[in-house]
């Protein structure tokens, strides 16, 4: 399965690739986990990176593209993906749709998970992620069996530092400007499909499920 979530920050996109990339044993690529990973890593390129996410701006593409071109040509990409914030802008799809061209693959499905603006401001403040393997969380939405410690690894929940109020806010404007026309750029491909996904995880996933489904 090769799978593109896109979607505005707190559409809800970790929660669901993380899902589907376990039930169908594809890797789930996240662009922001690799970022964070790399900066914990003190690598060049976190630390580059995190010069413009620690601010709620987007990495140059340059520097993106070429993280992507290397994930995409290892192994565990061969039996498909989903992309979860990637691409962010039209020239980052442009070098996705050149790669797969150049690897003779297709995408299946690019879902574009729509939600307001209320929503995402709620999920955003309530988010938790494990410090350890990154799951996700929420303290009224996804609540951890035990406060604070993550259900799959028993690491400890913290708070992004870009879910504070004033970068969400310049997250939310960057994805209008930045991210927001490839809604139209895969429009075109006829690969898009639109949910509501104001709705809880579950149902998403149910939503999404379907989707995928009907097009195998
Ligand atoms: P995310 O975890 O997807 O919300 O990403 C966190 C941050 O990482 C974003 O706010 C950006 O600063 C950066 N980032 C993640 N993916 C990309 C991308 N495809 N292009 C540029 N910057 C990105």
Redesign the pocket.
């Known amino acids: 399965m090769r799978l593109i979530l896109l979607g505005a920050?707190g559409a809800g996109k970790g929660s669901q690739a993380a899902r589907l990339g376990r039930k169908h044993g594809v890797p789930h690529i996240?662009?922001?986990?690799m970022?964070r990973d790399a900066f914990e890593k003190k690598t060049d390129i976190g630390i580059r990176a995190h010069g413009?996410?620690g601010q709620?701006?987007?990495?140059p593409d340059d520097v993106?593209c070429s993280m992507v071109e290397e994930r995409l040509e290892s192994g565990d990409c061969s039996s498909g993906f989903i992309f979860d914030?990637?691409?962010?802008t039209i020239a980052?799809a442009e070098m996705l749709t050149a790669a797969m061209e150049r690897l003779g693959i297709e995408v299946d499905a690019v879902i574009q998970m729509n939600v307001s603006r209320e929503t995402i401001l709620q999920r955003l403040t309530g988010r938790r992620v494990c410090e350890r393997c990154g799951a996700n969380f929420h303290v009224k939405n996804l609540p951890p069996a035990k406060p604070g410690v993550c259900d799959y690894c028993g690491g400890g929940l913290v708070r992004r530092p870009?879910d504070e109020r004033d970068t969400i806010l310049n997250?939310l404007r960057v994805y209008e400007e930045r991210t927001a026309p490839l809604v139209d750029y895969y429009r075109r491909t006829g690969k898009l499909v639109d949910i509501d996904a104001d709705k809880s995880v579950d149902e998403n996933l149910e939503e999404i499920t379907a989707i995928l489904e009907a097009r195998s």
């Open positions: 920050p996240s662009t922001g986990d970022f413009y996410w709620g701006e987007l990495v993106t914030g990637f691409p962010r980052q870009d997250r």
